[in-house]
């Protein structure tokens, strides 16, 4: 049985790639693992997993950084996402934000599963098509699901992983804070570093 890697954008897995010698490709097979890179987005992610996922894995790992909404978490700090919503999926009743479960046409919400211990602060995540950034929004997620971070993918990969009921696993590292969108304060250099230096750790040690 073998680990699937799973992660956005390349430029996310960069030392990654480095440390295990892997050839530049978006569907990379090794002895212990195999690395699929998706593409932005819950759609795309959908899309890859559904060409590559089986049940050859016992488990995914979703590698990538992200927004957080709490300004006591550092950035660069990484993070185990073990739950996560797709936020946005649902209809709006006014004021009110009615979630598939309400409307009777399934779940919004994710857990990672796993026995492994997994040596980082727990944080609960939502899953976005659109990186927030107005103080509007901000308010109005707060009080609707009061999330720590924010992604593109992290409930599409749990959702997949579900269907197959194959453990999965989402690691975040912070490289901003959401906020009205000012790229100049994001530390992605420090969160893909940061990252990648857990990632290396983790499955280096599985092997
Ligand atoms: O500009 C760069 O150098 C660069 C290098 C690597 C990755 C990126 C990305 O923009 C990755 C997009 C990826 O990041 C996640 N993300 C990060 N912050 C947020 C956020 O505040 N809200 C939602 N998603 C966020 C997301 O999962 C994207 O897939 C740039």
């Not at 709490?70 to 919503?85: K, M, S």
Request: negative net charge; glycine residues 8%; contains cysteine.
């Amino acid at each position: 049985m073998k680990t699937l890697v799973v992660a956005a954008t390349k430029a996310e897995l960069t030392f990654f790639y480095q440390h295990f010698n892997l050839p530049d490709g978006d569907f990379v097979e090794s002895k212990n693992f195999d690395l699929l890179i998706t593409g932005v987005g819950m759609v795309a992610t959908a899309f890859a997993l559904g060409k590559h996922l089986s049940s050859k894995y016992n488990l995914v790992v979703n590698f990538g950084i992200a927004g957080s909404f709490d300004r006591d978490i550092a950035l660069g700090t990484v993070l185990n996402i073990a739950e996560d919503t797709f936020a946005e999926l649902g209809a709006e009743n006014g004021d009110e934000f009615l979630t598939i479960s309400d409307l009777g046409f399934g779940e919004n919400h994710y857990t990672s599963k796993t026995n492994k211990s997994i040596n980082l602060p727990m944080a609960k995540g939502i899953t976005m098509n659109c990186v927030t950034g107005s103080e509007k929004s901000i308010k109005n997620l707060m009080k609707r699901l009061n999330p720590t971070t924010e992604s593109m993918e992290g409930a599409a990969v749990f959702y997949a992983s579900k269907q197959l009921n194959i453990d999965c696993l989402q690691i975040r590292s912070i490289s901003n804070y959401v906020e009205p969108r000012n790229k100049d304060n994001w530390k992605i250099g420090l969160a893909i570093k940061n990252l990648n230096d857990w990632a290396i750790a983790f499955v280096g040690e599985m092997n």
